[in-house]
């Protein structure tokens, strides 16, 4: 199969203007299973909850999920895509998994990161895993990638490929998540964006790109640039990721030494 992402360059609160930018760029990228940024269609620094209320959406009837579905059943293919979700009065920092016969399933990001703890309320939806097309896939969003127990959690559900929308401003991600790949034996599909944005006085965020396609034996198979917008995609053979046998001798998941651990 064909897995990729699109690098994108939102403008805060143009819904419609983002989401039509991406689904462009879909068009044009011969990929099965497509990835986008963290909160794609807003942009990233809301200044207050009551702001993010207004511009989150719906997974039903959400312009967002709408248009990818639209995308995802003309083409034939699955997208992950982060958005801010309205739930009630609450508003997720999320995850939806669209394939040809609309939404799949959604995914609250766990671990809110800085100021995003002001904002959205912490997810409750748990690390399930999906069918993709021809592959097992998990979600997890941008900060999770700290907190190896998500990915080594999609990887003993049976997770192929795990896909992370992001939106990082650290230096660190890219590189930690070869090792995430790496412990768990699986393809890491990193969306993140890039561009600035200052819209709380004294904290400017730089967006960092360098989105990324790992394998399961750690190699890097596709790094994008640090700015630009980008769309790229891999061939890739979801099975590789089955085999959890680094040597004759072991295997990382029977290996574990649980009753030493700390869970
Ligand atoms: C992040 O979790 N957006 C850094």
């Given at each position: 199969?064909?897995?990729?992402?699109?690098?994108?360059?939102?403008?805060?609160?143009?819904?419609?203007?983002?989401?039509?930018?991406?689904?462009?760029?879909?068009?044009?990228?011969?990929?099965?299973?497509?990835?986008?940024?963290?909160?794609?269609?807003?942009?990233?620094?809301?200044?207050?909850?009551?702001?993010?209320?207004?511009?989150?959406e719906p997974v039903d009837g959400g312009?967002a999920a709408?248009?990818?579905?639209?995308?995802?059943?003309?083409?034939?293919?699955?997208?992950?895509?982060?958005f801010?979700e309205k739930a009630?009065?609450?508003?997720?920092?999320s995850?939806m998994?669209i394939?040809?016969?609309g939404v799949?399933?959604v995914?609250?990001?766990?671990?809110?990161?800085?100021?995003?703890?002001?904002?959205?309320?912490?997810?409750?939806?748990?690390?399930?895993?999906?069918?993709?097309?021809?592959?097992?896939?998990?979600?997890?969003?941008?900060?999770?990638?700290?907190?190896?127990?998500?990915?080594?959690?999609?990887?003993?559900?049976?997770?192929?490929?795990?896909?992370?929308?992001?939106?990082?401003?650290?230096?660190?991600?890219?590189?930690?998540?070869?090792?995430?790949?790496?412990?768990?034996?699986?393809?890491?599909?990193?969306?993140?964006?890039?561009?600035?944005?200052?819209?709380?006085?004294?904290?400017?965020?730089?967006?960092?790109?360098?989105?990324?396609?790992?394998?399961?034996?750690?190699?890097?198979?596709?790094?994008?640039?640090?700015?630009?917008?980008?769309?790229?995609?891999?061939?890739?053979?979801?099975?590789?990721?089955?085999?959890?046998?680094?040597?004759?001798?072991?295997?990382?998941?029977?290996?574990?030494?649980?009753?030493?651990?700390?869970?």
């Amino acid at each position: 199969m064909k897995a990729g992402f699109i690098q994108t360059h939102p403008e805060f609160g143009r819904i419609k203007e983002n989401v039509e930018s991406a689904l462009k760029e879909i068009d044009s990228l011969d990929a099965d299973l497509v990835v986008l940024p963290e909160l794609f269609s807003t942009g990233y620094q809301f200044r207050t909850k009551e702001e993010a209320l207004k511009l989150s959406e719906p997974v039903d009837g959400g312009y967002a999920a709408g248009r990818l579905s639209e995308a995802a059943k003309k083409k034939k293919i699955h997208i992950v895509a982060g958005f801010a979700e309205k739930a009630g009065k609450k508003t997720y920092n999320s995850s939806m998994l669209i394939g040809p016969r609309g939404v799949v399933g959604v995914y609250r990001k766990a671990h809110l990161f800085w100021n995003e703890k002001k904002i959205f309320s912490r997810g409750d939806t748990d690390l399930k895993v999906y069918r993709a097309g021809g592959a097992k896939i998990g979600m997890m969003i941008c900060f999770d990638w700290i907190f190896p127990e998500v990915a080594r959690t999609l990887a003993l559900r049976g997770a192929e490929i795990i896909c992370q929308p992001s939106n990082l401003v650290l230096p660190y991600c890219p590189q930690a998540m070869i090792t995430r790949s790496l412990e768990n034996r699986v393809f890491s599909i990193t969306a993140n964006r890039v561009g600035t944005e200052e819209r709380v006085r004294g904290t400017r965020l730089h967006f960092i790109g360098t989105s990324q396609i790992v394998a399961p034996n750690g190699s890097v198979l596709y790094r994008a640039a640090g700015d630009g917008v980008e769309a790229a995609s891999m061939d890739i053979k979801p099975e590789e990721a089955r085999d959890k046998d680094i040597t004759p001798m072991n295997n990382i998941f029977k290996d574990r030494r649980k009753d030493l651990f700390v869970l």
